[in-house]
């Protein structure tokens, strides 16, 4: 049989291949040589043939009959042979195939080589693709490799012992007497691979980290090596960009990050090595910059100084300025995730910040976004708004929806004045309106109807906005609802905040006629301004004309127009008289909407939530909103409740979900034999024995026997601890007051947190607002939330609870059933 040709000879005639049907036709000629070689087995070639059928693979043709030929290669007792041999074992074989459990005597005899790179090429295999079985056969092998002499064979058994470790954890422990001279050695490549061998033993078991901590104290040996490093002169093996080894000194800053984290002594002894670092390092060169953000990373994470906080800072600030794209949005990215706890000092970069919305790059844009409205607060709100209103009239269609959230966010929490706070609202509805969340237009809505002197100037500011633009939806709905409640003070020109226009009734009926046959109405803009005709029917004196528009769309084909229309025309026929007799015993039709309450007082200290947003509330026991009903009405609601058995919770808050968010827990939580006691769902309003805030008003709220009842772990998975903390209510002792505390001990906050809780219909069960709906990270603090729980029969407490939140962007949901109460909580 001739011989095969040589590698380059391939590669040069398939680069001469004008298509990929005649690339495709030489690769199958070869491959078909290839194969009737190895039936002959022909020794001779090989290796040759292997190095071929290599490149292919690289080419992403099938290679997989070439595996036992590696095989056969790492077992010949040549050294080309063998590294052919090991490379292609790399390449073809993964754990997945039995295959390569045939190397493992093989390998094994290749560590004890007396050749160190024969043994470097086995330590190399096995470190890339080797099995847990692998790795459990040769640890010990790789383990004394790790204390050679040889720096040739102690770097790559440091990076093999990496592999075995995260292939079998129980291991760690084998390696660990071998660690304990790694960081001696002069030589940089043992350096680097040991920092990489010390980080996973730390980060892969709490004990490494303290033994590494407290016992062989890792962090000054940490800090002589980078120490030397910093003021170390030219060496021209390990110079990068005039910066001595930035490999190593970025290794040994994420072991100092993983060592001083939540560790007062470990982040003391390193503070003045990161503040050298962060001083002395140039930043004209790339490299600079990568050892300076990893600094800055480093300095955050632990518990640093003040002073070495704001240094980061300020660096973080320099690098805003830089004319890299990826540098800037480095530091946009970590600015975000210091602005919570180092407030003041993102804001002396403030100005730079707003600059970056202004960059063509969309990633950056959006990061700059996402950091300016962090800054915004009671000081700033003025200046911040008029920016990012700007922002928001010149961006791009995806950034219009996250933008106009945030400035309802910001606008809601932060407002100076209700003046301010409305045109701001129409200012976005005007210019990206059609971008906005669905729940904008009941939060305008609640915000307009409670500022009661802003009536008239906020229809009529509504009013001239419908007569420009009728195109975003949300505007139309809100201006459709106000001209409906408020439409008799812009036809009366009661405006006093600006000049008032002259409206006749007529006008503002043929605008809103209008919405209801435009191309650009939605039906449920349709239906606000069906609503809206409605009620003007009993603040205008045009009701023939109102009549008529209202029977014509009771022949509808949209059935939600048709089914409005037909009510509002019974409303017409059956109670016309209601209308104008002021001496009615009941309420007049159509009456105008009464103050909408955001706040409810729920004990000592009550959390009001807005859009996601906290503010603390003042509490007022005294004067709890109670909604009743004649008993006729209550008996047949319970009627078709089915029977007697539902007993109600007690809300003090306004729900923050809809009644069928309730209904969904009530079926997921089965079997518990609810009373419908199920917080936060609506409340069944029924007439009800003086409950949970009785009389507390002037009584203290809590006895001292608290201290006799232990607390209790509820709830520990994922990261998330749910713990109880028990006191008695006082003059009641048949009231339990538990308070929740949610903590998070992962790397990510745990946002949109919501717990729920109900009970067997034995109790009675009262939940509070709480304390935030955000877990922060890293056990930085806790959420906290009271329950109160009436227990008249002194029966055994028994509690499941429905825990929803989203982690690193992903909605978590789960129950969990508590049974285990200290029987001091319930006796």
Request: glycine share 4%; aromatic share 6%; net charge neutral.
């Amino acid at each position: 049989m001739p011989a095969p040709i040589r590698l380059r000879e391939l590669i040069r005639t398939i680069r001469t291949a004008r298509t990929q049907a005649e690339e495709r036709e030489m690769i199958q000629k070869e491959c078909a040589a290839i194969r009737s070689s190895f039936r002959e087995e022909d020794n001779t070639y090989r290796c040759r043939n292997v190095a071929k059928l290599l490149y292919m693979h690289m080419l992403g043709y099938p290679a997989h009959f070439g595996q036992l030929e590696c095989l056969k290669l790492i077992a010949s007792q040549k050294f080309t042979d063998k590294r052919i041999g090991y490379l292609g074992a790399m390449l073809l074989l993964d754990e997945r195939q039995d295959v390569h459990l045939l190397m493992t005597n093989c390998i094994k005899n290749d560590l004890n080589h007396s050749t160190q790179y024969v043994q470097g090429l086995a330590l190399c295999t096995l470190g890339c693709m080797g099995s847990s079985e692998m790795c459990r056969d040769l640890a010990g092998e790789v383990e004394k490799l790790l204390k050679t002499s040889n720096s040739y064979l102690r770097k790559k058994a440091a990076l093999c012992a990496v592999h075995v470790i995260r292939k079998v954890p129980e291991l760690m422990e084998m390696f660990l007497p071998a660690t304990k001279n790694l960081l001696s050695e002069k030589n940089h490549g043992v350096l680097h691979t040991s920092v990489v061998l010390l980080t996973e033993m730390c980060e892969r078991s709490p004990d490494m980290l303290l033994h590494f901590r407290k016992v062989c104290l890792l962090v000054p040996q940490l800090v002589r090596i980078l120490k030397n490093l910093i003021m170390s002169g030219y060496s021209p093996e390990h110079d990068v960009s005039g910066i001595s080894d930035p490999f190593l000194q970025v290794r040994i800053l994420r072991l100092l990050r993983i060592l001083g984290r939540s560790d007062d002594d470990s982040s003391e002894a390193m503070n003045d090595i990161l503040a050298q670092v962060a001083t002395n390092t140039e930043t004209s060169k790339n490299v600079g910059n990568a050892i300076l953000y990893e600094t800055v990373l480093t300095i955050m994470d632990i518990k640093s100084e003040s002073g070495l906080r704001v240094l980061a800072i300020n660096i973080l600030g320099r690098f805003l300025l830089n004319n890299d794209k990826n540098i800037r949005y480095v530091a946009l990215t970590s600015l975000l995730k210091t602005v919570q706890t180092d407030h003041n000092a993102v804001q002396r970069h403030r100005s730079t910040i707003v600059d970056c919305l202004k960059d063509l790059d969309v990633s950056i844009k959006r990061r700059a976004m996402e950091l300016s409205f962090a800054l915004v607060n009671g000081n700033n709100i003025r200046g911040m708004m008029k920016e990012l209103l700007y922002f928001l009239d010149s961006c791009d269609p995806e950034f219009k929806a996250d933008c106009a959230s945030g400035v309802f966010l910001a606008a809601e929490k932060y407002a100076p004045s209700k003046r301010w706070h409305i045109d701001t609202i129409m200012r976005v509805l005007t210019t990206a309106g059609s971008y906005v969340r669905d729940d904008s237009v009941p939060n305008l809505i609640q915000l307009i109807t409670n500022s009661v002197e802003m009536h008239a100037y906020t229809v009529q500011r509504l009013y001239k906005a419908l007569l420009d633009d009728i195109s975003q939806q949300p505007l139309v709905q809100v201006s459709s609802w106000c001209i409906g409640e408020y439409g008799d003070l812009l036809v009366s020109g009661q405006c006093e905040e600006e000049e008032p226009i002259q409206v006749t009734e007529d006008e503002v009926l043929d605008v809103l006629e209008g919405l209801l046959v435009s191309n650009l109405s939605t039906p449920v803009t349709r239906g606000y301004s069906l609503t809206a005709i409605m009620k003007l029917s009993t603040r205008f004196s045009s009701i023939n004309r109102i009549k008529k528009v209202v029977s014509i769309y009771g022949s509808s084909i949209d059935v939600e127009l048709q089914q409005r229309a037909v009510e509002y025309n019974a409303l017409f026929k059956k109670y016309d008289h209601m209308r104008n007799d002021w001496y009615f015993p009941l309420p007049a039709l159509l009456e105008r909407m009464p103050i909408m309450e955001k706040t409810a007082s729920n004990g000592p200290t009550e959390i009001m939530q807005t859009n996601g947003e906290t503010e603390p509330s003042v509490p007022d026991t005294k004067h709890l909103p109670l909604v009743t009903q004649p008993a006729n009405q209550a008996n047949d609601l319970l009627d078709l409740l089915g029977g007697n058995d539902v007993v109600p919770v007690i809300q003090t808050t306004l729900p923050t979900k809809p009644a069928s968010a309730g209904g969904e827990l009530l079926d997921l939580l089965g079997d518990l034999s609810l009373s419908g006691g199920l917080a936060p769902a609506p409340s069944v309003p029924v007439s009800q024995p003086p409950f949970l805030l009785d009389g507390l008003s002037s009584q203290p709220l809590f006895n001292d026997t608290s201290a006799a009842i232990p607390p209790m772990t509820a709830y520990s998975k994922n990261g998330l601890k749910i713990e109880f903390t028990f006191e008695r209510a006082n003059p009641n002792p048949n009231i339990a007051v538990i308070t929740i505390h949610a903590t998070n001990t992962t790397e990510a906050d745990m946002t949109e947190f919501v717990f729920q809780a109900a009970v067997p219909k034995t109790f009675q069960l009262q939940l509070l607002s709480p304390s935030s709906n955000i877990v922060p990270a890293l056990n930085q603090g806790s959420v906290t939330q009271v329950i109160r729980v009436l227990n008249p029969q002194k029966q055994q407490l028994r509690m499941r609870v429905k825990l929803t939140y989203t982690h690193k962007g992903s909605p978590v949901q789960d129950l969990a059933e508590v049974n285990n109460f200290p029987p001091q909580s319930w006796q």
